[in-house]
């Protein structure tokens, strides 16, 4: 690579963004930073700004507009606030890739502008496929958008994928670690807190996505989004929980044979390869050393007792708007779980009550699914009050 890659990254301040500048940081001679963003963390988001010089910052909460304004004036970077601004700045013709690091169903209408912009996409936002992955990849390949996953299953898959994409894939497994309640009860599971959710075993990341591992709600995003970037049937798809988070996805080939693609949990490593794809850069993560996982175990998922799994499936198998129905939903309970208004086996009573009652739409537009998220969200909202 002659020239620097120019990264808009979205949701800079999150924990995919912080990693995400760590890569660039490491590799500054190969990637630039364009453009950051975030919701509401001001500081760190004039501090990001400062050390990495990009041509603009959006803030999306318009009230700290000024404060950011007054930090970064001075530096001559251009500063915009507010929702139509993100959806904007993707289209900046000095951009070449957008890593979307935004949270939950904030990253469809930023993503879809930056495909049209044709701009290549690093994508650790699942909700964008799970909402309305077959828009996207329609799109994707009308404008010639590559769309490299960040999520550590899906990244696996791709690195598997290398080399083989013209032999059909039999099977695609992804792998779960069961988050920090496997094995447990629904008599255990009704009764835990927050602060017990908030515990992963092995991987460090924001409130939502580690809420959602717990309930294998995020299994079931992954399930969605698998069969969208990977053009695969919902039947080819099989998850298998493995608590060590090592291998962290495996694809069989039409000849029995499967590719399995190992090394500690560090979302680092698949956010390099995004970036840097087809190229692997050197890096200083820690390795991975057999001796110190001499058995590394596989298991069935309870999808019984964890029933947001078995929601995913379902909606994936109706199609139509029924993911984003099943996403917004989630993204409801999951912020009145936090918030101590909802149980945890509540949430997917109140998911799967949602998924039967607003209106299926067979082949939804871009504006159904806007529609189905704002009536989705206002019946999660209704159940959680009753």
Known sequence: MSEKKKVALLGSTGSIGTQALEVIRGHADRFEVEVLTAQNNVDLLVQQALEFKPNAVVIVNETHYPKVKEALDPHFIKVFAGENSLAQVVEMDSIDVVLTALVGYSGLLPTIKAIEAGKQIALANKETLVVAGELITKLAREKGVNIYPIDSEHSAIFQCLVGEFHNPIEKLILTASGGPFRGKDKQFLSTVTKEQALKHPNWDMGAKITIDSASMMNKGLEVIEAKWLFGVDPKQIEVVVHPQSIVHSLVQFEDGSIKAQLGLPDMRIPIQFALSYPDRFVSDFPRFDFMKYPSLGFEAP??????????????????????????????????????GEVGFLEMSDIIGHTLQTVDFIAHPSLEDYVETDKKAREKTKELIKH
């Open 302 to 339: 309870d999808g019984d007792t964890f029933r947001n799994l078995s929601l995913a499936f379902e909606a994936l198998e109706k199609g139509g708007n029924a993911p984003c129905i099943l996403n917004a939903s989630n993204e409801v309970v999951v912020a009145a779980f936090l918030c």
